[in-house]
C-alpha cells in the first residue's frame, strides 16, 4: 500500500469507496433511510473534485485499488475518512491521519466524526467537544465534533478549555 496526493482521475474510485463504506461499514450505526441520505450514489462529481482539489487529500493505493481517501482543509478540519470495507483494519486509516496530521495546518485538528468512527480518533488521542445532529435530506444524522491538540502551546488555552 502506498499514499499519495488526490489526483482529479481519482474522483470517480473515491465516489464509489465513499457510496460503498458508507453503506457497510456504518450500517452498524445508522438506519437504512440514514445512509441514503448520507450517500445516496447522486453525488456531483464535478463539486466532489473541486472540494477535494482544494484541500489537502490524499489516497491509498493498494495493488492498483484505491483502497482509501482522506482530505484536510485549510483550517486543520478533516473533512473525510473512509478506507474501503474489505480493508478495515489494516492500517490505513491511520496512515492517512498520520499524514494529514504531520502536514496540519494548524496546532488543532477538528473532524465531525461518526459514531462508527469515533472509537478510531478517541485512540488517536481525539476528544469529543459536543454531539450533534446534523441533517441530510431531511434525515437527522448523529455526529460528534472531536478536536485533538498536536503541539501543546500557551496561545491554545482557549481550544484547551472546550476539550475539558
Not at 478506507?83 to 495546518?105: M, N, S
Not at 465531525?112 to 478510531?120: D, L, R, V, W
Amino acid at each position: 500500500m502506498y499514499i499519495r496526493s488526490y489526483r482529479p482521475e481519482d474522483c470517480s474510485a473515491v465516489l464509489q469507496l465513499f457510496f460503498q463504506t458508507v453503506h457497510t461499514v456504518n450500517a452498524k450505526d445508522y438506519t437504512p433511510q440514514q445512509l441514503d441520505a448520507w450517500a445516496d450514489g447522486k453525488e456531483d462529481p464535478v463539486l466532489w473534485n473541486l472540494s477535494l482539489s482544494q484541500h489537502n487529500c490524499l489516497v491509498a493505493i493498494s495493488d492498483g485499488i484505491l483502497v482509501g481517501f482522506a482530505d484536510m482543509d485549510a483550517t486543520g478540519y478533516l473533512d473525510r475518512l473512509y478506507v474501503h470495507k474489505d480493508y478495515q483494519r489494516q492500517g490505513i486509516g491511520k496512515a492517512l491521519c498520520d499524514h494529514l496530521e504531520a502536514h496540519a495546518p494548524s496546532d488543532c485538528v477538528t473532524v465531525a466524526a461518526s459514531i462508527t468512527a469515533k472509537p478510531f480518533f478517541e485512540a488517536r488521542g481525539y476528544r469529543v467537544v459536543r454531539e450533534q445532529q446534523v441533517e441530510r435530506k431531511g434525515c437527522l444524522l448523529t455526529n460528534f465534533l472531536m478536536a485533538k491538540i498536536l503541539v501543546p502551546s500557551p496561545h491554545l488555552s482557549s481550544v484547551k478549555k472546550i476539550l475539558k
